[in-house]
């Protein structure tokens, strides 16, 4: 049994009911097997196996009371789960579904996709099984004030740097960040990232992460000399991630054709492609309903109740961007069938093991930890504003961001070939995301 096998073997017995984390470290762990056979040290050291635990996990409880004056009860996370290259960075995720399990393969995820941005970000993530779904303002303000009366002692600009990710947007970022300041009585603004532009936010956040997920496919397209340009583009969600692609794709003379939500999905024959639907997404968004029906009744356009974009139209680029495993295998063998050439996470793991497996092998793939990283990298870009007490301009941002995102592109190729498998994404990302972070933990000791 090799060294990889065996501690995926141990974490497996270890901790059976983390589903999606047993996926995302056994997706990682798989990728390094020859890297690590080859060099005993990191066997001796051990390092996969502090690798796979976290450094810290919180759980706390978050006590708040409705419009109604009835007390609710729901529990918070943060996973603080390597810190060898920076503090710990990732977002908080508030949704219904949210389980420990879930924080655990996001912060995981994340501390190779930090790595890969070449800034010094460690991983973690956070977030709560609070649904923001029907939630008022006021409602959504006082849980995010208790949630930070908690959180704050484990946060900081050089120990955790929360930002935002599902359900958690620039209004709750607001009130965690208010709330933060009061209880610290310091302006600490890099303790969080994806701040209004008013008290330290950068410019391009909110499009980070979708603006990079092209990048990263214009990139992948280019090694095949070919372009966005009058290429189709399914995606799904409707939600910040979406609506960055969206802006940025129309603009590459791309089109993009679908969105989804969790009642079904939208198929826009002209493209989302004009100020008035992006600006339409955010309405849908900000009202809280999270569904995307009403852009059909909007536009005029189909509407597929409980449908997944992926079986029901061609195209040629595919692009989950809402949730994980919002992919499967028969979507993916549908794609195929159906001419589709790429398909890239702009989510973390959007895509199951068995649909970005056989995705992987027939056509072009790329996993969400590289696709995605321009959000965080760009919530890297806002610390460093913060800390010099100065705001970059729209074009030194965006210069930046692309600059990073090929650079990530890059590095996965270069990883990919050194390690025998040309053209692999998926062992790309994870190789050279895990050998920064090894190197350092190595050099920090046995900690
Ligand atoms: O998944 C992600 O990379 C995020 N939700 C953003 C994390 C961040 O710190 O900006």
Redesign the pocket.
Known sequence: MSYVEKVIEELHSKYPWEKEFLQAATEVLESLDAIVEKDLIYKEAKILERLVEPERIVIFRVPWVNDNGEVQVNRGFRVQFNSAIGPY???LRFHASVTLSMLKF?AF??IF?NSLTGLPMGGGKGGSDFSPVGKTDNEVMKFCQSFMTELYRHIGPHTD?????VGVGGREIGYLYGQHKRIVNRFDSATL??KGRSFGGSIFRPEA?GFGTVYFVQAMLKTKDESLDGKTIGISGFGNVAWGVSQKATELCGKVITLSGPDGCIIDPDGVGTEEKWNYMLEMRASGDDIVKPYSDKFGVKFYENARPWDIVPMDIALPCAFQNELNEENAKNLIKNGCKLVAEGS?MGCTQEAWKMLNERIKFAPGKAV??G??A??GLEMSQNSERLSWTAEEVDTQLHRIMENIHAQCLEAADAAGSHGDYVKGANIAGFLKVAEAMLAQGVV
Not at 161 to 165: N, S
Request: hydrophobic share 25%; charged share 20%.
């Open positions: 960075k990732g977002g996001l995820e994340q996709k740097i929360p930002a935002g990710d990232t994806g992460t973390n995605n990283a959000g965080v760009v919530s």
